[in-house]
């Protein structure tokens, strides 16, 4: 590190960048340009930090593909002014935008580090102060003049992890997020321990960033006493193009007539209907029971290992690549990202 490594800070919102008020008590974001304040260590990092704060703030609840797009558009415009990269981000929402930022920014090779806090930066207590600063640490780590870790990821409590890998699990812990199917890329105590093994390796490729999304795509949960009237309005969504289904154990869904009749009919339409488990750890395996069986036989794509919210990001990203049907079925089943494991 040196004070030639430059790192963008983009401040999108969440609770990190929030103070309680001092007459009210309530939790209230507070001027980013006086984080210096906040974290006067920011000062004794011997490199140049840059800021981007987005207006409005949101909370993260208040995401949406077209932020996520706008978010890649920042990083894409100063990809080259900047080594490395943090955004600062509610934790709620964070899974579902860096899996996005992953697959909108083709042939990465700077590191993208998402961060957030359960506790504010301005509370005593903030998990938000180490956070931060261990992610501008780990964005500006190069060896041999290559960035350590040239993907999108979230650092978390102690853990960084691949982003399209990564869930959110807890609402209280500091150590909110999981990436169950990955081993974490880095894990931080006294020394940062990159696990080199795992972290994607840099193509040198020119970044290329897409600009759109589909947002014809939707989520179906199974549960148990799920209704034909609830699955055929669901399948019957007006301009709807693929769905993410969220089956139990190892990717099975009920074998029942008008389930599996309304999935095929469905399918027969054109739906792409991709797999995923409600599990958080362990992989979609078609054909292993025969309430899986079935969906295979009509045509589900497995998602084997995706997150949810990899899978929905996933599919708005190809639908809207202006690629064949036929290939996006393909690329589904394919590793873009490193965000399955195939
Ligand atoms: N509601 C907040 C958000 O996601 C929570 C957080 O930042 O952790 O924006």
């Not at 969220?246 to 739906?271: H, R, V, Y």
């Amino acid at each position: 590190m040196n004070a030639e490594t430059s790192i963008l800070i983009i401040y999108t919102g969440g609770t990190i960048g929030m103070m309680a008020d001092p007459q009210t008590g309530a939790l209230v974001p507070f001027d980013f340009q006086q984080i210096n304040d906040q974290i006067p260590e920011l000062k004794n990092m011997n490199f140049h930090l840059g800021f981007h704060c987005f207006d409005p703030i949101l909370d993260s609840s208040n995401m949406k593909p077209e932020v996520w797009i706008e978010l890649a558009s920042i990083i894409e415009k100063n990809y080259e002014q900047y080594d490395g990269f943090v955004v600062l981000h509610g934790s709620d929402t964070m899974a579902y935008t860096a899996s996005a930022v992953s697959f909108l920014l083709e042939n990465l090779n700077k590191p993208v580090i998402f961060t957030g806090s359960q506790l504010p930066l301005g509370v005593l207590r903030t998990d938000g102060r180490e956070n931060f600063i261990t992610a501008i640490e780990i964005a500006a780590a190069m060896e041999e003049h290559t960035p350590v870790v040239p993907e999108v990821c979230i650092y978390f409590e102690n853990s960084l992890m691949r982003a399209n890998r990564t869930v959110k699990y807890n609402a209280e812990h500091f150590n909110a997020f999981v990436s169950a199917n990955l081993p974490a890329l880095a894990n931080v105590g006294i020394y940062i321990r990159y696990n080199k093994n795992i972290i994607l390796k840099p193509n040198f490729k020119k970044l290329k960033a897409h600009h759109q999304l589909d947002t014809n795509v939707a989520v179906l949960k199974l549960f148990p006493g799920i209704s034909k009237a609830f699955v055929e309005a669901f399948l019957s969504i007006e301009g709807l193009k693929a769905v993410v289904l969220e089956t139990f154990g190892s990717g099975n869904a009920p074998s029942e007539t008008w389930f599996i009749e309304a999935l095929q009919k469905a399918i027969d339409k054109g739906l792409i209907v991709l797999n995923v488990t409600q599990c958080l750890a362990g992989s979609v395996d078609q054909g292993k029971y025969e309430t899986s069986l079935k969906l295979r036989e009509m045509g589900v794509i497995s998602g084997k290992d995706l997150t949810t919210e990899a899978a929905l990001t996933k599919l708005m990203y190809l639908l809207a690549s202006g690629l064949e049907k036929q290939k996006v079925i393909e690329l589904l089943s394919v590793s873009l990202r490193g965000e399955m494991t195939v």
